[in-house]
Structure formats: structure tokens, C-alpha cells
């Protein structure tokens, strides 16, 4: 019962981690959006409630849509990445450790 308590701990613990990882995810999901589209340059026409990005965009082209031209940067593109990997690692121990306190094991 001692190893069982311990992986319920265990699991419990990663499970707590991903939530924070999604929470993270939907609380900024806006900056990580942007973060994707700007890393060539970009163009940010503001549409109704939101934001249309256009991609490879010039400056010239931008200011006839009335849009914000944003100088694309290349390493914006590992911040969904890392995220991406992040809750991928602690999903996937969670999820584990989730099957083996319900008693569930791989057939070896």
C-alpha cells in the first residue's frame, strides 16, 4: 500500500503541473498566437474584436490595410515549442502514474 501511496502522490503532483501548464496556456494564449505569427514580418489589422495577422508582409502593404507592421523575429518560434514539449513531458507522466495507481499495467 506504501508504493501505492506514494504514485497517488506522485501522480497527483505531475497531474497539478499539467493544469498549471494548460492554465498557463489559455491565460496567454493571445501572446503565444502572436509569438507564432511574428516570427516572419507580419501585418496586424485589427478586425471587428479581433486581430488578423498576414504574414510576409511589407510595410508598404500593411499601411494600406490600416494594419501595424511588425518586424518579424525567428526565435519567437520557441516559446510554443518549449510549451508544446513541456506539457507533453508532465501529460504523459501524469498519465502513467495515473494508470498504474488504478492498477493498470502494460503486458510485457
Not at 493571445?30 to 510595410?59: I, P
Amino acid at each position: 500500500m506504501a508504493v501505492s501511496q506514494a504514485t497517488l502522490g506522485k501522480a497527483l503532483v505531475w497531474g497539478a503541473i499539467t493544469v498549471a501548464l494548460y492554465l498557463f496556456l489559455f491565460q496567454y494564449s493571445e501572446v503565444f498566437e502572436r509569438l507564432a505569427h511574428t516570427t516572419l514580418d507580419a501585418c496586424m489589422v485589427q478586425e471587428g474584436g479581433g486581430s488578423t495577422y498576414y504574414n510576409k508582409a511589407s510595410a508598404d502593404a500593411c499601411s494600406a490595410r490600416d494594419g501595424t507592421f511588425i518586424e518579424g523575429t525567428w526565435w519567437y518560434v520557441f516559446a510554443p515549442i518549449a510549451l508544446a514539449f513541456a506539457l507533453s513531458y508532465t501529460h504523459g507522466l501524469f498519465t502513467g502514474l495515473f494508470w498504474d495507481v488504478v492498477g493498470l499495467k502494460a503486458k510485457k
